[in-house]
């Protein structure tokens, strides 16, 4: 069992940034694919990062590439995403997921077995 708590969510000016927290319960987190999702009002929720267990390996929507930086500190069962230059199209709930390692693709929600409640993200323009 794994528990998931997001911290760092907020109200930003467009251009500004913030850095998303997620802290992991239990002694395994190391052996769980880490994912960051994001879900606007009316929309589904979509893919935002990933990375893999030992860090070596991260995944990026389009959209975010170049100006979102997924991190993760197996040491303090913590992942990150830091998140720069924001746009008002960025605004949504951000959640954090779990999934045991394995070779599914990390972008693959389902994939996903444990979920935090979520930390809001509102950019003005």
């Known amino acids: 069992q794994v528990q998931l708590v997001e911290s760092g969510g907020g109200l930003v000016q467009a251009g500004g940034s913030l850095r998303l927290s997620c802290a992991a319960s239990?002694?395994?987190?190391?052996?769980?694919?880490m994912g960051w999702f994001r879900q606007a009002p009316g929309k589904e929720r979509e893919f935002v990062a990933a990375?893999?267990?030992?860090?070596?390996?991260?995944d990026y929507i389009d959209s975010v590439k170049g100006r979102f930086t997924i991190s993760r500190d197996n040491a303090k069962n913590t992942m990150y995403l830091q998140m720069n230059r924001l746009k008002p199209e960025d605004t949504a709930v951000y959640y954090c997921?779990?999934?045991?390692?394995?070779?599914?693709?990390?972008?693959?929600?389902?994939?996903?077995?444990?979920w935090g409640q979520g930390t809001q993200v509102t950019v003005s323009s």
């Open positions: 997921a779990a999934g045991f390692r394995s070779f599914r693709s990390m972008v693959d929600i389902e994939r996903y077995d444990y």
């Open positions: 239990g002694r395994t987190f190391s052996s769980y694919d």
């Open positions: 990375i893999n267990w030992s860090g070596r390996s991260t």
